[in-house]
Antibody, heavy 119, light 108 residues
């Protein structure tokens, strides 16, 4: 079955960088668009980034553009999120999610990895 | 940027019908997806493309979308339906995805 497993979260000081990974299995990774979505403690869902199946198209909300970079390695079935110049407000659970074929819905999600930005 | 507005909370008795709304400018022209999130768990899509149901989601979950409001309807509500529900769309003008503010459904 479809499985997405995030890793790389932890405690990081403000201004530092962190890279998250999402290992996928159970489906043909290279044919799916993938996303990162985050959720601050006690808050709602916030879309973070999307990458097309071949990695050529990437989009971010204006609030994160320039600090966050999404990428993928289709040979390793792995999705990444590089986060630079981290701020307190980046503290959140980060989920990777798969976009459903022929739709823009997110049909499979990982369990999430917690990133805490704190001095 | 595109904004989706949801009521913060909805309360419903078991066996009754819950209606969760998602408001956005001309949302009727977009495909709306709905997610259920229980505490400590990842979201799960319960309705996609306005009214389609993924396999494994009961027929009690249905959706509609017209004008400036999309609606998720949960019929014959069960205690297990208690969760946060989020709507989501794709803003084609920016290629951004947008989530609604979320609605907490409480089963009395």
């Amino acid at each position: 079955q479809v499985q997405l497993v995030e890793s790389g979260g932890g405690v990081v000081q403000p201004g530092r960088s962190l890279r998250l990974s999402c290992a996928a299995s159970g489906f043909t990774f290279s044919t799916y668009t993938l996303h990162w979505v985050r959720q601050a403690p006690g808050e709602g869902l916030e879309w973070v980034a999307v990458i097309s199946s071949d990695g050529t198209n990437k989009y971010y909300p204006d609030s994160l553009k320039g600090r966050f970079t999404i990428s993928r390695d289709n040979s390793k079935n792995t999705l990444y999120l590089q986060m630079n110049t981290l701020r307190d407000e980046d503290t959140a659970v980060y989920y990777c999610a798969r976009q459903r074929e022929r739709s823009t819905a997110l049909d499979s999600w990982g369990q999430g990895t917690l990133v805490t930005v704190s001095s | 940027s595109y904004v989706l507005t949801q009521s913060p909370s909805v309360s419903v008795a078991p066996g009754q019908t819950a209606r969760i709304t998602c408001g956005g400018y001309n949302i009727g022209t977009k495909s709306v997806h709905w997610y259920r999130q229980k505490p400590g768990q990842a979201p799960v899509v319960v309705v996609y493309d306005d009214s389609a149901r993924p396999s494994g989601i009961p027929e009690r979950f249905s959706g509609s979308n017209s004008g400036s409001t999309a609606t998720l309807i949960i019929s014959r509500v069960e205690v297990g339906d208690e969760a946060d529900y989020y709507c989501q769309v794709w803003d084609s003008s920016t290629d951004h995805r947008v989530f609604g503010t979320g609605t907490k459904v409480t089963v009395l």
